[in-house]
């Protein structure tokens, strides 16, 4: 039996990474929503912080898509669902997508 070329990050981040980046990007890209953070929260952490911190992740996500790309490439992985996923969960997802390279390396 082959080792199995694509799997799931666990489920607590397939659930707290879309929304934390749902919430950031509300704050970023709605200014009612923003001026309610401020109200709320603006003192600790301010709006524009938040839109910097979802833009840089936006980028960091982008990145580690190309090195999804990258690995699935090398290791007959199927590229466009890891891609997908690595642009939903980030670093979560190419932890994942490691372990499952070091598993085919292994099996062959």
């Not at 009612?32 to 929260?41: E, F, I, P, T, Y």
């Not at 301010?46 to 992740?57: G, Q």
């Not at 190309?66 to 997908?84: E, F």
Request: a positive charge.
């Amino acid at each position: 039996m082959s080792a199995p070329r694509f799997a799931s990050p666990p489920q607590p981040f397939r659930t707290t990474v879309p929304i934390s980046m749902a919430v950031m990007g509300a704050v970023a890209m709605h200014p009612g929503v923003a001026k309610r953070w401020d109200a709320a929260l603006g003192s600790k952490l301010s709006s524009d912080k938040v839109k910097a911190i979802w833009w840089a992740t936006i980028g960091l996500h982008i990145l580690e898509a190309r090195s999804a790309a990258k690995l699935a490439t090398a290791h007959d992985m199927p590229v466009g669902r890891w891609v997908a996923q690595t642009m939903a969960y980030g670093v979560f997802s190419l932890s994942v997508q490691r372990r499952v390279a070091r598993d085919l390396d292994s099996a062959s």
